[in-house]
Each structure stands twice: as C-alpha cells, then as structure tokens.
C-alpha cells in the first residue's frame, strides 16, 4: 500500500479530543429551567434514541474515512501476462535430415514436438535452431496454429545455431516457463543452472558421421599455384575409414585411404597447380549417416583481383581511386 499524503494522519489527534469531549458531556449535571420544558416533551415523544457509546463510535468512523480519503492511499497490484509459458526450439539443422528407419530426424521431432505441444497447458512459443534461428509462431495457447506451425518447419542445410537460440529463448521465457528443444543433440552447449532447460532427443543416439569442415584456398604469393586447406572432423563414436578424391573440373588430381579416430579433426593441405576457370571439388567416400556434409567445392577464376593493403587514417579520393581499378 502507498499513502500519497502523509501529513493528513495528525488528524487521527482528533480522536482523543473528541472521547475527551464525550466524557465530559456525560458527567456535565442536568438542570430543568422553564424554557427547557417544552424540549423534554419533545424528547419523551421520540420513538429511537441512539446509545451514547454507538454515538461516540459513529463519530471516530467518520473521522477516520475522512483521514483516509485525504491520505490518497493506493493499492499497486499486478496481473501476471503468463502464468506459465514455454519456448519450443525445433532443431532443423543439417544434421536433422538424418533418415533412420525410413523416417528423417526432423520429422521425428515434428511429431515429439506436436505431443509437448498437446500436453501443454500454458501458451508456447515456437523458434527453429537452425543459423540463424527463426521464430515461426509466438506465444499462444492455440493448439492448432502450434501444430501448424511446427508442420510448416522445412529441412536445411545450414549449421546448429544453439548458442544463438538458447539466448532468445532465455529472454523470452517468463520464470515460471521452460525451454523445450527437440533436437538430435548434435551441438555441445550446456544450459545454465538458471535455465529451466529440457531435452527431447530426436532420432537415435548413435552417431555415425565425419564431414569437411574447412575447404579453401589460398594462392602461393609469385606463383600461379594454389594450396588447399582442409579438414575433416568425426562426429562418430568409433573410428571410421573413408576415401578423399579431389578433382579440378571432370579430372581426378589426388585419391588416397585415410582413417580418422572417433570425434578427431585431421587438416590436410594440397598442392594445385594452375587451373584456371576450374571448380576445385573435394569428396569424402564413406558409409555414414550424413551425406550433405561429405563434399565441399572452391573455384578458380582467370580474373583474380590484386590485393593491395592501405595504410591510412583514412584518404576518401584515393580509396575512391583504387575502387575504380580494375583487378584491384
């Protein structure tokens, strides 16, 4: 409660003036003189007459609202916009287009979602994990636009962008909410304490799977050649074997049989020589779970622009002047 006026309670000292005025008006001795004759007929003739005390309270009442009226009390009060709410993430990253036993990894967590969402109570918000993430319905209680909504999820080819969610998530999520994922569990973040974090895991736990991961190249400073780098990383829980063929346009340029341990990252870097307007093409040959991830592509052109590094705080009419060169 919050009292706006506060002075106004000094008047609550009327109160004691007003019993001192009361007893005093009781002891005070009664007198009949003749021109008060014709009041005590009037008096004998009323029907009610109220108890001194009854009347003594109904004027420490009035006092009372009176002060409390002046004193401009206020009442704050709240009304909670949620009383409970959930975040459902719905991993869609590449690794969800996983088929196992005829059926996708994604699709298998579109029907895990639709039962959490059949089951749900409070209103649900629904963000795909993919990078980067999207929102794909905010909060509501509506099941049948949830359903929809999680029914509309497409498959991607992008990268798991938990990190990115999980902050959205914690932000839009009231304290007494949670946060559902339905995911494959391919990522390595860890929830906070703090987070009221619950995983559904979509598809089976075993993991079978490498992948490029890095794929680029850089060319040799005075020479036409190239070197590529790349890596291959295991997402598998044992070791696994597997071919790697480069090829420039339609000709195989290198083939070799490697092994890499479970969860390893191997770098590898090859040497290119000039193929001008050539797709270089790197292709891993294995039976894993994702093929999406198992090839990789960069392209030479004949055009290659200079590279010229300017030291300045900061020149615009010369900037402007390289920027209007060709091949820089």
């Known amino acids: 409660m919050i009292v706006g006026n506060m002075t106004v309670f000094f008047l609550f000292l009327l109160i004691p003036l007003v019993i001192l005025l009361h007893i005093i008006m009781r002891r005070m001795e009664s007198h009949s003189v003749s021109s008060t004759y014709i009041w005590e007929r009037v008096k004998i003739k009323r029907k009610y007459t109220l108890p001194p005390v009854l009347l003594l309270l109904l004027q420490i009442m009035v006092i009372v609202l009176i002060i409390l009226s002046l004193a401009d009390l206020k009442v704050p009060f709240t009304i909670p916009l949620r009383r409970e709410n959930s975040v459902l993430i719905i991993d869609n990253s590449a690794s969800m287009n996983v088929v196992e036993k005829g059926k996708s990894r994604l699709d298998d967590a579109k029907e895990k979602a639709i039962n959490v969402i059949r089951g749900s109570s409070g209103e649900t918000m629904i963000i795909t994990c993919a990078s980067p993430p999207e929102i794909i319905i905010s909060y509501t209680d509506k099941s049948d636009d949830l359903i929809k909504a999680v029914k509309s999820i497409e498959n991607t080819e992008l990268s798991n962008g938990i990190e990115e969610v999980m902050k959205i998530a914690s932000a839009s999520v009231t304290p007494e909410g949670s946060i559902i994922m339905v995911s494959d569990g391919a990522f390595n973040y860890r ?136 091949g820089v």
């Open 191 to 326: 929830p906070s304490e703090t987070d009221n974090f619950k995983f559904i895991r979509a598809g089976n736990e075993k993991k079978k799977n490498i992948g490029i991961t890095d794929f680029y190249l850089r060319e040799i400073t005075g020479s036409d050649s190239f070197e590529l780098y790349m890596t291959v990383s295991s997402f598998a829980s044992e070791k696994t074997e597997f071919t790697f063929q480069l090829s420039a346009g339609d000709e195989i340029i290198k083939e070799g049989d490697y092994v890499i341990e479970a969860l390893e990252t191997m770098p590898f870097i090859f040497p290119i020589e000039s193929q001008a307007d050539k797709e270089i093409h790197g292709r891993l040959i294995t039976d894993d779970l994702l093929q999406t991830d198992n090839s990789a592509s960069a392209y030479i052109s004949s055009h290659r622009n200079k590279r010229i590094l300017l030291v300045t705080p900061g020149n615009f009419f010369l900037e402007k002047a390289l920027e209007s060169l060709d």
